[in-house]
Structure formats: structure tokens, C-alpha cells
């Protein structure tokens, strides 16, 4: 079992940045890759950006390819997703999520293991 708390969310405005943070616990955390997704009002949930368990893969949705950066610190247990140039369509619940091994995936329902989510809203 993986435990997951997402924080760093919060209201900004276009053009501004945030650092969302993503702590695990409960299992060795460099076993696992991790990924990010996001769930606006009314529509399914996306993939943002994955991390290879090592962090020497990263692989990222072309709508935040150059703004978004993800990066993780395995002695902290913790994975990183920085957010720059931020944009109104990018207000959503932000979710990290962990499944085991080193492959990177796109499809959420191969992640084993979900944070409670993190609000982000960006206002024009």
C-alpha cells in the first residue's frame, strides 16, 4: 500500500506559476513511477506528466509540453510538478498517482495508487 497527500495547489492568475508536491509513504517510493493527472469540472480525468521510478524518463501531455516540469526527489519521497505560464484552462483537481516498476504511463486506470487531489484555479 502507497499513501499519497498532494498539496501546493491554490488561486493564481494567468501567467503565474506554482509548484504542486506529492509525498508517499508506506512502500519503498523509488520503486514506483509516478504520474500526474487532472480533473476539471464536468469532464474525465487527463494525464499531465509521468516520471520513471529512477526520474530518467519523463514523458508529458502535449498541453503543458514547455510549461509544466515534473521531477522527483526519492529521498524525500516526494515528486514535483512545477507549473509555469499558467492559463484559466489549466483550473482542475491535480492528482498524483504511483504504480510499481519503471515504465511511465498515460492511462490512469494502470495506476494503482491515488492522492486525495490538490485544487489548482487559474483566473484570467
Known amino acids: 500500500q502507497v499513501q499519497l497527500v498532494e498539496s501546493g495547489g491554490g488561486l493564481v492568475q494567468a501567467g503565474d506559476s506554482l509548484r504542486l508536491s506529492c509525498i508517499g509513504s508506506?512502500?519503498?517510493?523509488?520503486?514506483?513511477?509516478m504520474g500526474w493527472f487532472r480533473q476539471a469540472p464536468g469532464k474525465e480525468r487527463d494525464f499531465i506528466a509521468a516520471?520513471?521510478?529512477?526520474?530518467?524518463?519523463?514523458y508529458y501531455a502535449d498541453s503543458v509540453k514547455r510549461r509544466f516540469t515534473v521531477s522527483r526527489d526519492n529521498v524525500k519521497n516526494t515528486v514535483y510538478l512545477q507549473m509555469n505560464s499558467l492559463k484559466p484552462e489549466d483550473t482542475a483537481v491535480y492528482y498524483c498517482?504511483?504504480?510499481?516498476?519503471?515504465?511511465?504511463?498515460?492511462?490512469?486506470?494502470?495506476?494503482?495508487?491515488w492522492g486525495q487531489g490538490t485544487q489548482v484555479t487559474v483566473s484570467s
Open positions: 508506506g512502500r519503498t517510493f523509488s520503486n514506483y513511477a
Open positions: 516520471i520513471s521510478r529512477t526520474g530518467s524518463t519523463t
Open positions: 498517482a504511483a504504480v510499481a516498476g519503471n515504465n511511465v504511463y498515460i492511462t490512469d486506470a494502470l495506476y494503482a495508487y
